[in-house]
C-alpha cells in the first residue's frame, strides 16, 4: 500500500486565504500494487499528473498551504466521488444511472489509465475499493477541508487551487479560428464554482507570465470543484491544467530541458495567485 495519504506543507505564517492542491501528483507505487497490475511500471504512470507537486511546491513560501496526494491516481482517484463505483471493475457494485466518468473507466477506483488501458485483469473486491477509500481518499478530503474551514474562519473568504496536469494531445484540438493553443485551462465550471472576479484574477496572473490561457475547455472542473465551489459561502475553487509538454517529456515521463525555467516562471504565478488571498488585501476589499 502507498505509505500516507497525502503531504501537507504549511508556511511559517498564513498569509493568504489561498489553498493549493494537487490530487493526481502522487507516485508511491508499491510493489503489491505493481504485481496487482497488468501494465508495467511505466504505463501505470501515464495518467499522473507527473511533477506537478514540483512546480507549485513554492506555495508555502508566499503563505498558502500546498497539499498533495500520497497516493497514485491509478490507484484511488482523490478527483472523483467516494461512490463513483464501476461496476465492471467492483464486485458487487450494482449499476445506476449513466456516469461518464464511470463508464469510461475513471471512477473512484480506476479501471484504466490513459488511452484506455485496462489497468487489470478481472475485478477487485468491495473490500479493496473500501479500504483504499477510508485509507486513501477519505484522509485526503478531510485535510482539505480542515484547510478550506481554516482559511474561511481567519480571511472570512478561500481559495481553492486545484493543481493539475493534461495530455498534449488534449488540447490540440481545442484552438479554433487561429486561435493559439491553450497552454493552460482554467476550469470554474462555467462559472459555478466561484466568483467570477476571483476567476478573472487567476487567469490574469497566467497571462501575465506569457501564457495562452483558456477556460473550461477541455476541462471545467471535475469532483473537487463541484465539492467544494461555494462562492455563495465565499468558499472558491478552480481547477489549473499544465500542458504537460511544457515542461515534461510525455513518453518517457520526465522533465524536459523547459522545466526548470518553467518552473521559475509558475514562481511568479504562484506568487500572484497567493496575494489575491492577502490579509490586506482581503481587508482592504471590506
Not at 508566499?62 to 482523490?78: H, K, S
Not at 478561500?158 to 498534449?168: A, E, G, K, N, V
Not at 509558475?266 to 500572484?272: A, C, D, F, I, T
Amino acid at each position: 500500500m502507498p505509505k500516507v495519504a497525502y503531504h501537507l506543507d504549511m508556511p511559517e505564517a498564513a498569509t493568504s486565504c489561498v489553498v493549493f492542491a494537487s490530487p493526481h501528483s502522487g507516485r508511491d507505487y508499491p510493489w503489491s500494487f505493481l504485481r496487482s497490475t497488468v501494465l508495467d511500471e511505466h504505463a501505470i504512470r501515464s495518467s499522473e499528473d507527473a511533477f506537478v507537486d514540483r512546480l507549485f511546491d513554492c506555495a508555502p513560501q508566499f503563505g498558502a498551504p500546498f497539499l498533495r496526494a500520497g497516493a497514485p491516481r491509478a490507484f484511488v482517484d482523490l478527483n472523483r466521488a467516494a461512490d463513483e463505483l464501476d461496476p465492471a471493475l467492483i464486485e458487487g457494485v450494482r449499476r445506476g444511472g449513466h456516469n461518464p466518468r464511470v463508464a469510461s473507466g475513471l471512477g473512484v477506483v480506476p479501471r484504466v489509465v490513459a488511452n484506455g488501458r485496462a489497468i487489470y485483469s478481472g475485478k477487485l473486491p468491495m473490500t479493496e475499493a473500501e479500504r483504499r477509500i477510508t485509507q486513501y481518499w477519505r484522509p485526503y478530503h478531510t485535510q482539505l477541508q480542515a484547510l478550506l474551514s481554516r482559511a474561511l474562519l481567519g480571511f472570512g473568504e478561500t481559495i481553492l487551487i486545484d493543481c493539475h496536469s493534461m495530455p498534449h494531445e488534449a488540447v490540440e484540438g481545442a484552438a479554433r479560428g487561429g486561435a493559439r493553443r491553450p497552454e493552460i485551462v482554467i476550469g470554474d465550471r462555467f462559472g459555478a464554482s466561484a466568483a467570477p472576479e476571483i476567476v478573472e484574477l487567476i487567469e490574469t496572473a497566467f497571462r501575465r507570465a506569457g501564457l495562452v490561457v483558456a477556460r473550461n475547455a477541455p476541462f471545467a472542473g471535475a469532483y473537487i470543484t463541484q465539492a467544494y465551489g461555494r462562492p455563495s459561502r465565499r468558499q472558491h475553487a478552480v481547477q489549473v491544467e499544465i500542458d504537460r509538454a511544457i515542461y515534461m517529456d510525455e513518453a518517457s515521463i520526465r522533465p524536459n530541458a523547459n522545466f526548470q525555467a518553467f518552473r521559475r516562471l509558475l514562481r511568479g504565478v504562484v506568487s500572484e495567485v497567493a496575494a489575491i488571498g492577502h490579509r490586506d488585501q482581503q481587508l482592504a476589499a471590506e
